[in-house]
């Protein structure tokens, strides 16, 4: 694409008017200038105007940044932050003798070092700063400080001198930081290291500095710390040095420029009125904030709904046309996928600045899930990983550059349920890749090999990725295998075979630092919230997406700033810090009211020359929101009045709600094929059309099934239903197979034994929950999973004290299906379905001096607390939800089946001429040893007639239960959505069945 000029616009930029005078000055000695920016971006597009300016090509002269000019200079390298905290880490034990763990530490760590660089950076004496309370008091003469100096000190040590707990440790520290500061500037000076401060500080106590350019030309600087103006002044003396400060006169006498104001007789403008060159006016490079301009103010109730905005706002005002002159600015950058998956589609050039967040790609997901399945997924006997560790590593995108078979092995592993697979089962048929991802990493010498791991499977998924055309995909891959390498080449993960950490910081062998997993995920989690993925592309084409930072020196026509709230514009920054406050300032050191006004400086020159701007702020009170505008945007509504028209506007999510209605489903005649193909119907079908028709029809005639979440952490009423049942199955199995009566003896023996419940339960749950096959499997229990296991143990208890009143009694089936055919009659038509279900368990006793036989239906949840009056009130729709009347149509149907079903005898033997009760066992009403969990019906205030035999009412219940089926299978009744509306607030069709 062809470069637009923009030169020629009525708003020429800051950079503009500094590449016309650089060129009038030095047009012929470009190449023996050196210009110096605040940081990369602006060379870029000063290059640009300088180009456009010239007319032709030339020579381009040398752009670096501040921190690059001071690097030259120096020999001393500067490492990554990991490590300089790991080495304050260090001297701080030795010279305190602390035993505090680098868990503990780091933070300190960051803030000691983030001190420390004031100090050198400011050119603070640190032993006129670190005085202890005793040299203090001992103290005569005050001649070496500043009268500001001595009273900031005698405020501090005021306070120190009140001796709190908190005070006395915070002096214990204060004592040793001169001596920690000293050490570690010999110890980083010994490796040829140093800290950005401390290279600072020795670069300008150097007294010959090879300046290998004739002028160093510093542009759009703001506050400059001492060593900064020291490196100017000396350039100055040599007659190397020219200055120019972006401001506006308008601002200059507020916080914003307070700091330009001091530099500007000191280090001169070379812009002013006397040193400009023809043709420039300073009136129209730094009065500009007066000039007209179109100002929206736009508040939204969400940080999404801003950047949804962006789409509408770019499509206004030519601001695509506009190109490199319009400017998306983030106040925060978190919003950049938001902002990015907003832009319209007729955008055809965008540049990113602020390159896209690291911890935003899958990549970062999926080293989480690595991380998880090593120290989470992996079993304690390092065995076997657990299924929902292995899915989220085996189900991510990226899965399938690591190995073909993660696809194959997901599916073999969820279909079957494999909660707890063996690492054999993992690996075993697959490829080296699959043995390399679950190979159980095993500490060598008290280190863990958990980054070089990753880093080996990262590279694998980099090498099956180079044919794909994805740059992020390629990019994110990248960056975090050399994050993981870097971080590899400096630590290793320290852990003992108990778990513990020894004492020791250094690995030997190695040299690398010796860290908790606690402190790896910590430290990676920071290195990778801190790294953006670069985009590539012509930076200074199209329109600019970036973050505060990255406007210094740049003009914008056309301006949109997001989440322009207090506490983001200016960030929320604090005075976390070693050197109290009242020090800072008697020092000269960074306080929150520098960081203020350096925010206030971005603020108005973001604004300063353009002519359309646009902010917005977040009104929201909820999620930790205060709702405020920032601080800059009410001293602009103020400072504004009578010169700009500034415009208010509120954005709504733009949602209307409407009413939605159940609407009936007509029996089709592809409705009725699906129910004349049904061969059977379970109870729990026929319970679910008599809450809600509709249900039953996506349940049974859609085949809309609710999916499992398949999370064996989570244990729902159906698994805990299901453990409790297999556990009762087991116990009785296992003392049926001793004899066929069970006696109150052989249910004590187990109520004495707890070992035989453990291992039933754990049976219990290996089998249902966790899917394991192999019988030396122990269970590893989570907190949730424990509870669940407590409550099942009493619940059995309760169970077997209740049976042990009953007993003896013989156990005749457990957990066995029974079925029968049923005919029924539909508008003429004879229809036969075959009905029933597993039951719980049939045993007979001995009641009143007489046998029956129970059809027990084991009940975990809520009791009953009314009872129907008949067959017909169990079959009465609006009894459900009080009487539980779908628990009574279930037991009697299976009551029924079992005495008069055609093949029933074949497993319980022959039941007609004996009495078979339906019986629903609530457990929570068993600890009652006189409790009777035979049905009863009501049949009077306070009356209860206990139904002994099925025989009693079965005539009318077939009649009812076929009249039930019969209105199922009328194709003139459509499937009606219940009257009860509460019960669509936990039907899972809820959100389907409305039209």
């Not at 500095?209 to 060593?227: A, E, H, M, P, R």
């Not at 075979?497 to 190695?510: A, H, L, T, V, Y």
Request: aromatic share 10%; net charge negative.
């Amino acid at each position: 694409m062809p470069i637009k000029n923009n030169s020629n616009q009525a708003n020429p930029t800051f950079l503009h008017f500094v590449a016309k005078d650089v060129l009038a000055k030095h047009g012929q000695d470009l190449d023996k200038i050196a210009i110096v920016f605040p940081n990369k971006r602006a060379s870029i597009f000063f290059n640009r105007e300088l180009y456009q300016e010239a007319g032709h090509a030339l020579w381009s002269p040398k752009y670096i940044t501040i921190s690059e000019l001071f690097r030259e200079h120096s020999e001393l390298q500067v490492p990554d932050p990991i490590t300089l905290v790991f080495q304050v880490y260090n001297v701080f034990c030795d010279i305190t003798g602390s035993e505090e763990t680098l868990d503990h530490f780091f933070s300190w760590g960051q803030l000691m070092l983030a001190d420390f660089d004031d100090i050198d950076k400011n050119e603070v004496d640190p032993d006129k700063l670190f005085i202890d309370l005793q040299a203090w008091e001992e103290m005569s003469d005050f001649s070496f400080l500043t009268d500001a100096q001595r009273l900031s000190l005698e405020e501090f040590f005021h306070t120190m001198m009140q001796d709190s707990q908190l005070q006395r440790r915070f002096k214990n520290i204060w004592e040793h930081l001169g001596g920690i500061y000293h050490e570690l500037h010999q110890r980083l000076e010994k490796q040829g290291l140093a800290y950005e401060g401390m290279l600072y500080r020795e670069v300008i106590d150097q007294e010959n500095l090879d300046f290998q350019y004739d002028t160093y030309i510093f542009v759009g600087f703001n506050l400059l710390q001492k060593v900064e103006q020291d490196l100017f002044r000396r350039l100055k003396m040599e007659g190397k040095a020219e200055f120019y400060w972006d401001y506006d006169v308008n601002f200059i006498d507020e916080d914003a420029g307070k700091y330009i104001k001091q530099y500007l007789d000191i280090f001169p403008n070379q812009l002013n009125n006397n040193l400009a060159s023809a043709g420039i006016d300073p009136s129209e490079v730094f009065d500009n904030m007066k000039s007209p301009k179109e100002i929206c103010m736009i508040s939204a109730p969400t940080e999404e709904i801003q950047a949804r905005y962006v789409a509408q706002w770019l499509s206004e005002n030519d601001r695509i046309k506009d190109g490199n002159r319009t400017a998306i600015v983030m106040a925060d950058e978190n919003l950049l996928p938001s902002v990015i998956h907003s832009l319209p589609g007729d955008i055809q050039n965008v540049n990113v600045t602020t390159g896209f967040p690291l911890n935003a790609s899958e990549v970062s997901v999926l080293v989480d899930a690595l991380i998880a399945l090593q120290l989470k997924g992996l079993t304690n006997d390092h065995r076997h990983f657990q299924l929902q560790y292995i899915n989220r590593v085996l189900l991510h995108p990226y899965a399938q550059y690591l190995s073909d078979d993660c696809k194959t092995l997901a599916s073999q592993l969820n279909s079957n349920h494999r909660y707890y697979p063996s690492i054999k089962e993992l690996t075993d048929g697959f490829d080296d890749s699959l043995s390399l991802l679950f190979q159980p990493l095993e500490a060598k010498e008290g280190t863990l090999p958990l980054l070089s791991w990753m880093t080996d499977l990262l590279k694998i998924i980099g090498q099956n990725t180079r044919s794909i055309r994805n740059d992020l995909l390629h990019q994110s891959i990248f960056s975090m295998y050399t994050l993981l390498n870097r971080l590899d080449d400096i630590m290793s993960v320290n852990i003992q075979k108990n778990g513990s950490q020894d004492d020791r910081r250094i690995d030997e062998k190695s040299g690398k630092q010796l860290v908790s997993i606690y402190i790896v995920q910590r430290l990676m989690q920071q290195v990778i919230q801190s790294t953006a993925i670069p985009f590539h592309g012509e930076p200074a084409v199209g329109t600019q997406i970036m973050g505060v930072l990255e406007t210094r020196n740049l003009d914008f026509e056309h301006v949109i700033l997001l989440s322009c709230n207090e506490g983001k514009l200016p960030k929320n920054i604090n005075d976390a810090s070693f050197i109290p406050h009242s020090i800072r300032v008697g020092y000269g050191l960074t306080t929150v009211e520098n960081k203020v006004a350096i925010f206030a400086y971005y603020f108005q020159s973001l604004i300063q020359r353009a002519h359309d701007v646009t902010l917005l702020y977040n009104n929201a009170t909820d999620d930790g929101q205060k709702g405020e505008m920032s601080r800059f945007m009410l001293q602009l509504m103020i400072k504004s009045y009578g010169t700009q028209h500034i415009k208010r506007y509120t954005l709504t999510a733009g949602q209307n709600q409407s009413s939605r209605l159940c609407q009936a489903k007509t029996k089709t005649e592809e409705v009725m094929k699906v129910l004349h193909d049904m061969k059977s119907i379970s109870p729990s079908a026929l319970g679910q059309y008599m809450r809600c028709p509709l249900q039953f029809y996506y349940n049974s005639i859609c085949q809309l099934h609710q999916q499992d979440e398949d999370n064996i952490d989570e244990i729902d009423n159906t698994m805990f239903g299901d453990l409790f049942h297999h556990s009762a199955e087991l116990i009785y199995k296992q003392l049926s197979q001793q004899q066929a009566t069970i006696t109150k003896d052989m249910i004590l023996s187990v109520l004495k034994d707890p070992s035989f419940l453990e291992r039933i339960i754990d049976q219990a749950f290996r089998e249902k929950l966790f899917q394991a096959d192999e019988h030396q499997f122990v269970p590893q229990y989570n907190g949730l999973q424990m509870l669940n296991k407590n409550v099942i143990r009493l619940y059995l208890q309760r169970l077997l004290h209740l049976d042990a009143a009953w007993a003896p009694f013989d156990i005749l089936a457990l957990e066995e299906s029974f079925y029968d055919k049923v005919s029924f009659e539909v508008n003429g038509l004879q229809h036969c379905l075959n009905i029933g279900g597993k039951v719980d368990r049939i045993d007979k006793v001995n009641q009143d001096g007489k046998n029956i036989v129970r059809i027990v239906d084991y009940k975990t949840g809520r009791p009953l607390t009314s009872l129907p009056a008949d067959v017909k009130d169990v079959f009465n729709i609006d009894n459900i939800d009080t009487k539980h009347t779908n628990y009574y149509l279930q037991t009697m149907l299976y009551a029924g089946v079992v005495k008069y079903g055609a093949n029933s005898y074949k497993k319980v033997g022959q039941m007609r001429q004996q009495g078979v009760a339906p019986a629903l066992l609530f457990i929570r009403q068993a600890s009652d040893e006189t409790y009777n969990p035979v049905l009863s019906f009501a049949v009077g205030r306070g009356s209860r007639e206990t139904l002994d035999d099925i025989s009693t009412v079965w005539p009318e219940f077939l009649d009812q239960l076929k009249q039930l089926l019969a209105e199922i299978f009328n194709p003139e009744l459509d499937f009606m959505p219940t009257a009860h509306t509460e019960r669509c607030d936990n039907c899972p069709y809820r959100e389907i069945c409305h039209e």
